[in-house]
């Protein structure tokens, strides 16, 4: 367990040096700045019709990789606009949340602690019995994405079931932080950062409903909580702390 463990965290750090490597060579050899990095990969995305296909593979491999869900939901809102964000994020991040849900159930126990381990299996009889709901819970109150995934896998979930009540419980996660990043005009902010309003980079009214859509999921949640689930406090402590 602690040699595959070891080993899944090695190539995440390889994998992550090998690109800030890359980066770094790339800027120094053509002596671009970081903004000017960013406007080509902004150009690529708006002009090249695979870049939803590359946005999305790189979303689902995630869990092998361990970049946050959030900042890719929110480039996406940023790349793609509200309503092609949304479609390309979800289809992205449900692959993503089922690729994390095999990796438990088929490698999981090799890769995760044995603490972590003796700690899922308290919740073993939880999640089988009132499953859809931990799981919907969990992803409403923003829960570390990949651990739930992994855990739902590692305690033996039936895949139906977590797959429906993931969909449902990331879904107006997805639609919030799309619409932080589609608030931004990427293209004035990397063009004109410093001489245009904020007013005019910033849709401040998309900015609101985000919120909006935000806090409604976590209160949803804390109704989900009271009224449908009961669930030991450690249980609960340690959702609501990631």
Request: hydrophobic fraction near 50%; avoid cysteine; aromatic fraction near 14%.
């Amino acid at each position: 367990m602690v040699e595959k463990r070891r080993l899944l965290n090695i190539s995440a750090v390889i994998f992550w040096g090998g690109v800030m490597i890359a980066f770094a060579i790339y800027k120094h050899l053509n002596g671009y700045s970081t903004i000017d990095i960013m406007e080509q990969i902004y150009q690529f995305t708006v002009s090249s019709w695979y870049a939803p296909v590359i946005y999305i593979i790189i979303y689902a491999l995630k869990p092998l990789t361990f970049f946050p869900a959030t900042l890719l939901t929110i480039l996406g809102g940023g790349l793609f606009g509200l309503t092609w964000g949304i479609l390309y994020t979800l289809i992205a991040k449900n692959l993503s949340a089922n690729i994390g849900y095999f990796l438990g159930k088929y490698i999981g126990r090799g890769i995760v602690s044995k603490k972590n381990l003796e700690f899922l299996s308290k919740y073993d009889h939880i999640v089988h019995k009132k499953g859809e709901m931990v799981v919907i819970l969990m992803r409403l109150t923003y829960m570390p994405f990949d651990l739930v995934s992994y855990g739902s896998g590692i305690l033996g979930m039936k895949w139906s079931r977590y797959s429906i009540a993931s969909f449902i419980g990331f879904f107006p996660g997805i639609i919030a932080f799309v619409a932080f990043g589609s608030a931004v005009n990427l293209e004035e902010f990397l063009l004109h950062q410093e001489t245009v309003p904020l007013g005019e980079i910033v849709d401040m009214k998309q900015m609101f409903i985000a919120v909006i859509v935000l806090i409604f999921s976590i209160v949803l949640a804390k109704i989900i909580q009271h009224h449908k689930l009961t669930i030991s406090n450690g249980w609960m402590k340690n959702g609501e702390s990631g």
